[in-house]
């Protein structure tokens, strides 16, 4: 009886919870190419909303074949007002390369100018701040082996790691 009572009580509160949005950003330094590679993961639902919201656009699927050149332009747009790497002091350009749909996740790549060494990098990731406000974004920074995370918040817009010589 209990067994039952704890899994209603469970239902209910998860059912009165609201719903939790993070993204997940992979940033790994290829030594060869000296580019910063970024793999950047939101939830389908979460880029249909705030899309909605920026542009207005009422009826939208993502998973639609048809709408991915349009997609792109606004992820290209979207990521170059969100998203700012800062290695060393100087701000990178940072060019986005496509996305693909995988279930109920977009993967957005994107990659920085050159940079030789690295000793310091700032990140300011903004993607759907404006449309949730729990909104989360977990960095991943990986360069020669050694990887360093933030969690960026709608309070705590941008961090900064430090990696030893």
Same mark, same amino acid.
């Given at each position: 009886m209990l067994k039952y009572i704890l899994i209603f009580f469970l239902f209910v509160s998860s059912a009165?919870?609201?719903? @939790?949005?993070?993204? &997940?950003?992979e940033i790994d330094y290829d030594e060869k190419a000296k580019v910063?590679?970024?793999t950047q993961r939101l939830f389908v639902d979460d880029m249909e909303t705030?899309? %909605?919201?920026?542009?207005?656009?009422?009826?939208l699927?993502?998973?639609? %074949?048809a709408f991915t050149p349009k997609l792109d332009?606004? @992820?290209?747009k979207y990521f170059s007002k969100k998203l700012f790497i800062t290695v060393n002091?100087? &701000?990178?350009? &940072?060019t986005y390369l496509g996305h693909e749909i995988e279930g109920d996740a &977009?993967?957005?790549y994107l990659e920085t100018e050159k940079v030789k060494k690295i000793k310091t990098v700032e990140i300011k990731n903004e993607?759907? @701040?404006?449309? @949730?406000t729990d909104q989360s974004n977990i960095i991943h920074i990986k360069i020669a082996g050694e990887t360093r995370s933030l969690k960026l918040t709608n309070q705590q817009r941008k961090g900064t790691v430090i990696f030893d010589d």
């Open positions: 009165a919870m609201h719903p @939790f949005h993070v993204s &997940v950003c910063m590679q970024i705030a899309i %909605k919201q920026i542009d207005g656009k009422q009826k699927n993502i998973l639609d %074949k332009v606004f @992820f290209k002091g100087k &701000v990178l350009a &940072v &977009v993967w957005c993607l759907l @701040f404006e449309t @949730f």
